[in-house]
């Protein structure tokens, strides 16, 4: 509270001094949100050609670097819990037997999950992108 500055008298704090203050930090990030709004639009995004595959690298707004920073964070410094399920799969399993009947390979459920996997990436292209640091690789 050695930040706020009182407007009452003797410079006592009041309740609108509280309401309306602003920490040094928010007003530093304030600050800088319109020079990143200007800055965005000539950040493009590069091509790049790798392996024979095209890639886009996408620059990093400070606010996603902040991003990364606190999730990155939070991953490590708190502890986490992972849930399993269970899944029925006598759909995909009878279909898996249909089509290995009638295909010369045989059709695993790994070769199901990749397929469905693949599929999702290509309608989701997002999803397929990688954190390099200082940009992401789509």
């Known amino acids: 509270m050695s930040q706020v500055k009182g407007s009452g008298p003797n410079g006592r704090i ?5 309401v309306s203050f602003t920490p040094r930090a928010a007003t530093e990030t304030r600050a800088e ?9 000539s950040a493009t995004a590069g091509q790049v ?31 986490h819990y992972y849930l399993k399920i269970e899944v029925v799969m006598d759909e995909i399993s009878g279909m898996r037997e249909k089509l290995n009947k009638e295909s010369k390979s045989k ?3 790994n070769d199901i999950f990749i397929k469905a996997a693949s599929l999702a990436c290509r309608d989701v ?3 397929n992108s990688q954190w390099h640091g200082s940009f992401i690789r789509k």
Request: aromatic share 6%; net charge neutral.
């Open 14 to 18: 009041l309740y609108q001094d509280v």
């Open 33 to 41: 949100a319109p020079a990143e709004k200007k800055a965005a639009p």
């Open 49 to 79: 050609a790798h392996g024979g595959n095209q890639y886009q690298d996408i620059p990093l707004t400070s606010v996603r670097e902040i991003i990364a920073k606190r999730l990155l964070e939070s991953k490590t410094t708190i502890p």
């Open 107 to 109: 059709i695993s459920f």
């Open 125 to 127: 292209p997002e999803v």
